[in-house]
Every structure is written in C-alpha cells, then in structure tokens.
C-alpha cells in the first residue's frame, strides 16, 4: 500500500520505518525536504515531498504534525487528496505552554477534541485516531514484559478502522475501538497521563493494556 505521512518528525520515522518493513511504500510530507535527506539514505524505498505531494501519494495517510499545527498541515495537503481515503490521527493537542508537575497543557476541552474539529474542517478525510498513546519508540513491534499493549482508536469510519485495525495487528497491537469521532476526547488525554512517569522520573517506556 502507498502510505502518505504528513510530518517529518520522531513519529513520522518510526511510522515511516515500520510501513517500509511490512513492505508498503511510505512518502514522507514535509516544508523542508531537506531535513529528511539523511533518513532517506537511510531507509531506501521511502520518499519525501510537500505535504500535497505525500497526501496525493498515499492511499493510507498518516497525520503526524504538531498538534497546533494539524490543521494547517490538512490545509497544506489539500482537501481533495485527503477525501474519501483512511487518515491515521497520531497527533496530540499539545499547547505551547509547559506541563505543571509533569501534566502538559492542552489546548482543546473535554468537550471538543482535536480530531472532532479536523473531522468537521474536512468531513471527506476518514480520520482515525491511533498510536498517539505511546511514544514513538514502541509504535512498531512493541516489547513488554507484560504482555501485548492495546492500541485505543475511534473514529466514525467503520472502513477506515477496519484498515487501521489490521495496520496495527500487523505492527503488534492489540485494538480497542472506543467508537466515533467524539471519542477522542478521551484518547486524546491518554497522552498526557502517558507522559507523566516521563517528565517527573525520566520513565518513557510503557504502555497501555485493557484487561478484561
Ligand atoms: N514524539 C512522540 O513520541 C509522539 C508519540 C505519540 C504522539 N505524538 C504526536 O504526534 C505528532 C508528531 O510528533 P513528533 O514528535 O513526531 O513531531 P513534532 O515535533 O510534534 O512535529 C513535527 C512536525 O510538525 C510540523 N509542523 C510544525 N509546525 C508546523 C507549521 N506551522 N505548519 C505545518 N507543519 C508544522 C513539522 O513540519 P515540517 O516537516 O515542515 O517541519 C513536522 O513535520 C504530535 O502531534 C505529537 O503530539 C508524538
């Protein structure tokens, strides 16, 4: 599959490289092609253009900007190459200012998630949320003592979850779909909890597990 990522950053190569290694062909999208010279050496088989360009490529996308700069990087890929096509929202709705005893600022509500105010900017895009509960390090082929993580996802494409759903079976996740678009108001703020054993003891390596 021709897999489009929007972004040039930690998230984007890890994704980029675990695509390549089950045999899709990642383009990376990006305002400066230059800085992805260096990876690309590194992982022939992968390609980089603008944003438009990665959005046009893919029939899979994947969203992995800044949070505050989500929808300007959608704007940027163009809204006729998003329509009708499954979109990974890996993003997280991270504010500028700096986390308080380990908690980060966001700068969405409970109320209204990133995703929800995308989905609505561009209804044609099948967005998905996933992998943005975990650090870029364990997005592909996860290894914990405890066993195999749980992916939460939503997104109000059944379609759309069915493709991400065996992306991440394949990348050695187990998924659970919490529903539509709406959400992500939930999932989102997994990262924060995420990053807290992070900032306040330098722990980033974790995941989470449903039990049931
Ligand atoms: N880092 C992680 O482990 C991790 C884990 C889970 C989820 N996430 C989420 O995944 C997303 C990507 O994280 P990251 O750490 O890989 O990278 P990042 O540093 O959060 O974002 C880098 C990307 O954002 C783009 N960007 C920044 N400002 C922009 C602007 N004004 N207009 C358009 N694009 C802009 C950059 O574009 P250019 O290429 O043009 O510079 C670059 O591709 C974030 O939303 C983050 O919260 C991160």
Redesign the pocket.
């Given at each position: 599959m021709k897999v489009g990522i929007?972004?040039?950053?930690?998230?984007?190569?890890?994704l980029g490289k675990g695509f390549l290694a089950h045999g899709h062909e990642p383009m990376l999208g990006?305002?400066?092609r230059a800085?992805l010279e260096g990876w690309l050496a590194e992982n022939p088989g992968s390609t980089a253009g603008s944003?438009a360009d990665a959005a046009r490529f893919g029939e899979l996308l994947v969203l992995?900007?800044?949070?505050?700069?989500?929808a300007?990087?959608l704007r940027?890929a163009g809204a006729a190459n998003l329509a009708g096509k499954p979109v990974i929202d890996?993003?997280?709705p991270?504010a500028d200012a700096p986390p308080v005893n380990g908690v980060l600022k966001f700068f969405t509500t409970l109320d209204e998630s990133l995703m929800e105010r995308l989905q609505r900017e561009f209804p044609d895009a099948r967005l998905v949320k996933a992998?943005?509960?975990?650090?870029?390090?364990s997005?592909v082929s996860p290894a914990f003592t405890g066993g195999k993580p749980t992916m939460f996802i939503c997104g109000s494409d059944e379609g759309a979850k069915k493709t991400v759903t065996g992306i991440l079976d394949r990348f050695g996740w187990e998924t659970a779909d919490m529903g539509a678009v709406e959400a992500a108001r939930a999932i989102e703020p997994l990262?924060m909890l995420w990053c807290i054993p992070g900032f306040l003891r330098q722990d980033w390596v974790h995941a989470f597990k449903l039990l049931r």
């Open positions: 929007l972004g040039s950053g930690a998230v984007a190569k890890a990006t305002r400066d800085r944003f992995a900007v800044k949070g505050t700069a989500a300007d990087a940027a890996a993003t997280n991270i992998f943005n509960s975990v650090g870029n390090a997005m990262c």
